[in-house]
């Protein structure tokens, strides 16, 4: 059985086909980076226009790369939440026409479980039940999962997401957007060491996050208190060590959360999801650290890491379930 999957939670427009096994038959994305480069960020307003032209095209390939007919699609499903109420509206509104103009269920999707659920594909076997965490551009959060669809928080953010922090500081040492990939470029030629960066929470037994207070300690080392934010930003081997510090900062506290997190539920599987994940040095310190704690760990590859529709195969799971949609399903903006 063929399924359609349609993402528009924050700046990415896509679409999927994929079966009920689930295997993924296509798996569309359009990117909206150049529009909001300028912006240095995501502007909500751009992002929902920018889904409403792309949606429709990035159907049609999808359907297209599939080698299906949209005639042979028996479910769609959408990410509902979390994410940009404007966004997410797009793509809830086409799966909604969708589902009434071909006379098929409607399936909604959590788009954090959809990131843990990527590792569930990537593995193709069962993960459940893990400890999962979700850092992105919006989001930092860690989940106790009992199955694909039980999710526990167990805490998140108070405030900055990773993938947030590193496109603030990114803007602040003059990387340009997205600053995620472009920092971890800087950083490669950087010391991680040469900045004591704060690391909130580190030696806390709460699971919660914060990276407010680290991109303020970046934007004080580099300008001081009086900052004045048309400054020129730093260069040369002082960028790069700036960029190291702040990247190890971040890993150190991820990793010591997922340690935490592990320890206290006594589970050893830990599944991460979210584009930040595609950073190598937090790859390499979550592989090192699931070693010593004996944990089995899961990471989607790269196409799977940043928002995708694909990995809402999720809906499968509810599919089976016979958890279906009514028309009045609404865009839902907070994690559910």
Partial sequence: MLFLALETSCDETAAAVFTDEPRILSNVVASQNELHARFHGVVPEIAARAHLRNLL??????????GVQLSDIVCVAVHNCPGLVGALLIGVSAAK?????LEIPLVAVNHLASHIYACRLAAERDIFPCVGLVVSGGHTA????????????????????????FDKVASILGLGFPGGPALEREAVAGNPQAYKFPRSFVNEPRLEFSFSGLKTAVLYTIHGQNVARSQTPPSGQNRSDLAAS????????????????????????????????????????????????GAELFIPPMNLCTDNAAMAALAVEKWRRGEFATLELDAEPNFL
């Fill in 246 to 293: 702040f990247q190890q900062a971040v890993v150190d506290v991820l990793a010591a959360k997922c340690k935490l997190a592990i320890q206290q539920t006594g589970l050893k599987r830990l599944a991460v999801g979210g584009g930040v994940i595609a950073n190598k040095a937090l790859r390499s310190a979550l592989e090192a650290m699931a070693q010593r704690e």
């Fill in 97 to 101: 026409m969708l589902s009434v103009a």
């Fill in 57 to 66: 095209p990035v159907i049609d390939e999808a359907i297209r790369q599939a």
């Fill in 142 to 165: 860690l989940f106790h999962c009992e199955d694909a669809l039980t999710m526990k928080l167990l805490g998140g953010t108070r405030d900055d997401a990773a993938g947030e922090a």
